[in-house]
T-cell receptor
């Protein structure tokens, strides 16, 4: 499958911004996604970006895409303790098969 | 909104037995569903694509005789783990896409935690 990589851990203080990074290898990826997974639960879609876009903002979330470097990031503004979870980036070329990164565990300290 | 359900949510079985996991799309039809496996503290790995009315397509390294997939209707796919062993213990997640929609209509089930003793 395609290679999608993320750093494993991130720790921030409540109220700070969090930036989670992801790199991918498949240049044919059409859409790139960010999912949130809380312990023992399934995946919650947070946001996605089309590959011809550089940035997408959705309330506290900002996605940046550098297609040349195949680098994707998710910025969470004003991070809250409820944001503590594992965040996965994923790529898809046709909305069907998804290839996930290893996940970044975000720990938000009060 | 669209929902994908899985049953059971948890199952514990003895080594050597077979376990069936169901994945249902609740308010849309899906000609294609997907099965993923997630090991503890690891990512989701795509196992196979379940195709309604035809054979499933397996990813490289996934044993098709071990993980039997049946997509008998447009709302139901089943994954059967045959002759389960402790190394099959994992979190299994299915997904289905509502083809009427766009890129945000791939819905993931809540997952099934399989423990093989």
């Amino acid at each position: 499958g395609e290679d999608v990589e993320q750093s494993l851990f991130l720790s921030v203080r409540e109220g700070d911004s969090s930036v989670i990074n992801c790199t991918y290898t498949d240049s044919s990826s059409t859409y790139l996604y960010w999912y949130k997974q809380e312990p023992g639960a399934g995946l919650q879609l947070l946001t996605y970006i089309f590959s011809n876009m550089d940035m997408k903002q959705d309330q506290r979330l900002t996605v940046l895409l550098n297609k040349k470097d195949k680098h994707l990031s998710l910025r969470i503004a004003d991070t809250q303790t409820g944001d503590s979870a594992i965040y996965f980036c994923a790529e898809s070329d046709n909305f069907n098969k998804f290839y996930f990164g290893s996940g970044t565990k975000l720990n938000v300290k009060p | 909104g669209a929902v994908v359900s899985q049953h059971p949510s948890r199952v514990i079985c003895k080594s050597g037995t077979s376990v069936k996991i169901e994945c249902r799309s609740l308010d849309f039809q899906a000609t294609t569903m997907f099965w993923y496996r997630q090991f503890p503290k690891q990512s989701l790995m795509l196992m196979a694509t379940s195709n309604e009315g035809s054979k499933a397509t397996y990813e490289q390294g996934v044993e098709k005789d071990k993980f039997l997939i049946n997509h008998a209707s447009l709302t139901l796919s089943t994954l059967t783990v045959t002759s389960a062993h402790p190394e099959d213990s994992s979190f299994y997640i299915c997904s289905a896409r509502d083809e009427r929609g766009g890129p945000d209509t791939q819905y993931f089930g809540p997952g099934t935690r399989l423990t093989v003793l």
